[in-house]
């Protein structure tokens, strides 16, 4: 008898631990697989790291407090090594062989415009922080949500920054791929109407080593210079200009990761026009309480440097707000998997944010039409041995200014 | 114009010595081993990157240009010992073409480990311009030339007048000869190789204050360095200060009379109708 108990106590254990265990707390819940093509090496390594910072430090608090509608998440990152080509094998690895729900998308449009008609082939929603214009435009789908602002946005608030303070002959120098001619001829376009003439525009490769023949280009009448170009390709233009005996404004697109001392000794000639404040205290103060809480969880001090000092916080909150744009969408929608895809995009559509811990840079709107969030931009310059904020300029002062030139909502989901 | 025409070929021969430096190191190691050394680039990338921590820590940037080497002399030996020296003779080239390939990733990915992917920069040690057709020309550039082609030249004194050089040019010629002569052959072969590495460690060393210093810098030069060694004749030296300087030469001039991206394309067509014309390249040896 005494046999038997202890037999089928074995037996029920046995088939607790193989079917019941597992059904105790959120572990027996599918989980959300969320995947993420980012810039982990190559050109662009600094903002894909930084991304994958913020994105993984979101998951974790999310997991902590119980995930997303119920089901934990898993973080799936894979390195896009700044090439459009490798990042879109990486992307569909993701769909196919991990079978993630949604995937995030690093800073490189050229990957973003690669991957947008294969998104939709797969049925699968992406995010992206690529910022060239057609993304959202004509080059985008349904499928796409961008969840920073894009170039052309920037540009409205450079020319509308420069005409105030910089003069009215521009000179237009970027990288000859589809971010840089964003920057530029964007540019050009909000400049005619504020009275700034471009005197010109030259586009050079991407880890041009020498600028010299491009600034040799340069006007002798241009006030200043707006440059496409990021990380590398900065700090080398800026260094050569004053090299050369340039002593104009450089209103570049991205500092990113550039340190003061890095832009040489014409540092306090360069301004910047992008989507987030690098120190705490240059976001408004609506904003800044939320910013000062996420930074402390991803590790970012107040002058917006990570643990290591070689990752700034410009750009990179877009990490962590992706995730919870996710988060946001499944949980109105009720999005159990891809069938539903069309309610989590319907819920996404024209949804409205406020500054918060979930939104820390600051308040936004995601565009019904185009799935562009519309949100501030800030206008840095360095000074004084330190990137500083001169501007915010909130995105309800950019949203009359940047009409959507598409309507996704007209198109057909599976 | 024409000022700004003189001043594009004083930056094309700028730029021409320092190629020809950092590709002659490249035909180097391919004279005499027949290795294709595809981890060059992140060799002048280590150059780089090494000459911003001295220049950080020692406040100098001089120091670096004698310590690069010796830094690039100690990793370009690991190379070698590690793999290379197994696989020289009698492999086909694709074998260490393979090997080379391999230590690219492993140099820029622990370079990307220990520096960031951040770009930075070294103060210009010499922050002096000097007056040139009418314009206004960096001396530091005028510098980085001149000590490019002072390492060349040595480097020629070095092959043609020492024991140590004659042993490279015997092995070069035939290694079996030489080795039934009584030449080391395994250690010119690895001396060879630490001395092209090296070059590679140099030209990213006098690079570094005239540009930013990021991981993957070496992408931006390699390519130029292997049409260069290409076009000048695998293996020859004075064929290599030509074809760097003819690649920079004609980028220069034409990218002030036209787009650069243009006059790039265009320069890249003459290097092939050069190659056309002697297909061995512009100089045998």
């Not at chain 1, 450079?158 to 105030?164: E, I, Q, S």
């Amino acid at each position: 008898m005494k046999g038997k108990v202890l037999a089928l106590i074995s037996i029920l254990a046995f088939v607790l631990v193989l079917f019941g265990l597992p059904g105790l707390g959120t572990a027996g819940v599918k989980p959300l697989r969320i995947g993420a093509v980012y810039d982990l090496t190559g050109a662009l390594s600094v903002y894909g790291s930084g991304s994958n910072m913020t994105a993984k430090a979101a998951v974790e608090y999310i997991n902590k407090r119980g995930g997303i509608a119920g089901r934990p998440v898993e973080y799936i990152v894979e390195d896009g090594a700044t090439d459009a080509a490798t990042g879109i094998r990486k992307f569909r690895k993701l769909v196919l062989k991990d079978r993630c729900d949604f995937v995030l998308l690093s800073c490189n449009s050229a990957l973003a415009v690669g991957v947008i008609p294969i998104a939709k082939q797969l049925n699968t929603i992406i995010f992206t922080e690529g910022t060239a214009r057609q993304i959202t435009g004509t080059k985008g789908n349904r499928y796409v949500f961008r969840q920073i602002n894009n170039a052309e946005m920037a540009a409205i608030a450079m020319a509308k920054f420069a005409a105030r303070k910089l003069g009215k002959n521009a000179f237009g120098m970027g990288a000859d791929y589809e971010w840089g001619h964003s920057v530029v001829d964007t540019a050009e376009k909000c400049f005619a109407p504020l009275g700034i003439k471009m005197l010109g525009k030259i586009f050079s490769p991407i880890g041009t080593v020498d600028f010299v023949p491009y600034l040799s280009k340069v006007p002798k009448e241009a006030d200043f210079i707006v440059a496409g170009y990021f990380t590398a390709d900065v700090v080398k233009l800026v260094n050569q200009a004053w090299e050369l005996g340039l002593r104009i404004p450089i209103f570049v697109g991205t500092l990113e990761s550039i340190r003061y001392k890095d832009l040489g000794p014409g540092a306090d000639l360069v301004w910047c026009g992008t989507y987030g404040s690098r120190s705490l205290d240059g976001y408004p103060e609506d904003v800044r309480p939320f910013q000062k809480k996420y930074r402390e969880i991803v590790g970012l001090d107040e002058e917006g440097w990570d643990r290591s000092g070689k990752i700034s916080a410009d750009y990179i909150w877009a990490g962590w707000e992706g995730i919870f744009w996710i988060k946001k969408g499944v949980e109105e929608s009720g999005w159990k998997s891809k069938k539903d895809n069309l309610k989590f995009m319907e819920a996404l559509e024209g949804a409205k944010v406020a500054a918060s811990l979930e939104f820390p840079s600051g308040p936004k709107i995601m565009r019904a039409e185009d799935h562009q969030v519309i949100g501030d931009t800030y206008i840095l310059k360095a000074e004084n041995g330190k990137i500083v904020t001169k501007a915010c300029i909130r995105g309800k002062e950019i949203l009359p200014l940047y009409p959507p030139n598409v309507d996704f909502r007209k198109e057909k989901v599976r | 114009m024409l000022n700004t025409i003189a001043l594009s070929l004083v930056n094309g021969v700028v730029w021409g010595c320092i190629l020809a430096m950092v590709s002659v190191g490249l035909t180097l190691i391919y004279g005499q081993l027949e290795i294709i050394n595809i981890a060059h680039g992140a060799m002048y990338a280590i150059g780089a990157v090494t000459a911003f921590y001295v220049s950080t820590l020692l406040g100098s940037w001089a120091y670096s240009l004698l310590i690069s080497p010796l830094v690039m002399a100690a990793i370009a030996m690991a190379i070698y010992g590690s793999s290379l020296r197994y696989r020289i003779v009698g492999y086909p080239v694709a074998v260490t073409l393979i090997i080379s390939y391999g230590f690219m990733f492993i140099l820029e990915q622990l370079t990307l480990l220990i520096f960031g992917g951040a770009p930075r920069c070294i103060p210009n040690p010499l922050p002096y311009e000097v007056g040139l057709f009418g314009g206004k020309y960096p001396i530091y550039r005028i510098f980085a030339a001149a000590f490019s082609l002072a390492v060349i030249g040595a480097l020629l004194a070095f092959l043609g007048k020492t024991k140590l050089g004659l042993w490279i040019r015997a092995t070069n010629q035939d290694h079996d000869t030489a080795s039934a002569m009584g030449v080391p052959v395994p250690t010119v072969y690895m001396f060879t190789f630490i001395l092209g590495s090296i070059l590679a460690a140099l030209g990213g060393t006098l690079v570094a204050p005239m540009t930013s210093i990021t991981h993957n810098m070496g992408a931006e030069i390699i390519i130029d360095s292997f049409i260069v060694v290409i076009v000048a004749g695998f293996g020859s030296i004075p064929g290599t200060i030509v074809a760097a300087l003819i690649l920079s030469l004609t980028t220069g001039f034409f990218s002030v009379i036209m787009d650069p991206v243009l006059a790039k394309g265009i320069s890249l067509a003459v290097m092939i109708g050069i190659l056309y014309l002697k297909p061995e390249g512009i100089m045998r040896y």
